[in-house]
């Protein structure tokens, strides 16, 4: 069940979310100094702002297995020079971006960076190092390309799952963009 209020505060839910999957950042289960608004950007909804240096979002997340992940981040800023880490319930840092100004309050981008997560349920937490204001829409957790490995054999080229240790049987047509 997902709790929404429309006038800021609290817009969050308290069910895990799915990794790989996309979060919106206004579904955080607890946070400090924060606020949301309506956003502009593609699919509307609600970002968060007043989101400055000190200030935290937390999320409840489920990960399907254990790996790398590129977690994206819908971010923008008026005034750039923001760093958000995504750290775990220990503090330990996962990864983190540089939000530079992308122009104004409502013009997106999307920042990504690869973070390893061990799998079950878990809280990570967004925390702005820096900041003296960055917007967020949502965060996004896809399995980064690392998840094979590619072999070549017999004048062939092989994909191989890193955490199945599964080969691919299927035939692959490699295409130049
Ligand atoms: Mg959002």
Redesign the pocket.
């Known amino acids: 069940t997902k709790v929404v209020a429309v006038w800021g505060g609290f817009a969050g839910t308290t069910t895990p979310q799915a990794i790989p999957g996309k979060i919106?950042?206004?579904s955080f289960i607890a946070q400090q100094g924060t606020d949301t608004e309506n956003?502009t950007d593609t699919g509307g909804?609600?970002?968060v702002d007043w989101y400055e240096t000190g200030d935290w979002l937390d999320y409840s997340v489920n990960v399907a297995s254990a790996g790398t992940y590129t977690a994206q981040f819908r971010v923008a800023s008026a005034n750039g020079g923001a760093t958000l880490q995504l750290r775990n319930s220990s503090g330990t840092v996962l990864g983190s971006i540089n939000v530079g100004n992308t122009g104004g309050w409502q013009n997106w981008q999307t920042i990504s960076t690869n973070v390893t997560l061990p799998a079950g349920t878990q809280t990570l937490r967004l925390y702005a190092s820096a900041s003296t204001g960055c917007n967020v829409?949502?965060l996004n957790f896809v399995s980064a390309s690392s998840s094979f490995s590619v072999k070549p054999r017999d004048g062939e080229v092989h994909l191989k799952c890193r955490y199945c240790e599964k080969e691919f049987e299927h035939q692959v047509v490699l295409q130049a963009d």
């Open positions: 919106e950042a206004e956003t909804g609600r970002n829409n949502w």
